[in-house]
């Protein structure tokens, strides 16, 4: 989303580690979430180069969007290949691909659909899925030390898509493994 923060709405959001902004057509300070339980947890504020724009690095909880869209941003104006294009509703998938890949992988776990790979690894429960991710892993092993660097990208790829089954099958979402790597790349080493 995008919002104006004054020196108050910034020091506000540092004091307490809530998002607080500026409203321009209220002339006041508000929090985001105070009314609709949508909080945005800060983790991390940021300055751009020349110290003129702020952005607060989040955690969500809900929506962002007033409309109850994930992000105030999804309407799009032209294609990807850049071909100009009519102004089009849609959700944004947003977030990283492994994040999009485990969305995926959780509607194949709900939804079950005839011929999908991944329902039929997770049918087969933590055990199967856990021998293919050591299966993937020693893959990976072997491309490193005898193959090209398109075979140790595609071997990476299958490692991390049976990775994410496996999450899946254990009910352990990828943002407890993101978190673990943020608070570990908090340490120093």
């Known amino acids: 989303m995008l919002a104006y923060a004054d020196r108050e709405a910034l020091e506000r959001t540092h004091s307490t580690g809530l998002a607080h902004y500026y409203s321009r057509s209220r002339k006041a300070l508000w929090r985001k979430g105070e009314t609709s339980g949508h909080e945005q947890r800060v983790a991390e504020i940021r300055l751009d180069c020349d110290g003129d724009t702020v952005l607060y690095r989040v955690e969500q909880s809900g929506p962002a969007c007033h409309t109850g869209a994930r992000t105030c941003f999804s309407s799009v104006v032209a294609a990807a290949d850049g071909r100009r294009g009519d102004l089009e509703g849609g959700e944004d998938p947003g977030g990283h691909l492994l994040s999009r890949l485990a969305t995926v992988i959780g509607a194949r776990a709900a939804e079950r659909p005839q011929g999908s790979y991944t329902a039929r690894l997770l049918d087969q429960g933590v055990p199967k899925v856990s021998q293919k991710v050591g299966e993937e892993a020693v893959e990976l092993v072997v491309a490193a030390n005898a193959q090209d660097d398109a075979r140790v990208a595609a071997e990476s790829a299958d490692l991390l898509y049976h990775l994410l089954v496996l ?16 608070n570990r790349s908090q340490v120093s080493r």
Do not use: F, T, Y
């Open 167 to 182: 999450l899946k099958a254990r009910g352990v979402p990828l943002d407890a493994v993101l978190r673990e790597l943020e």
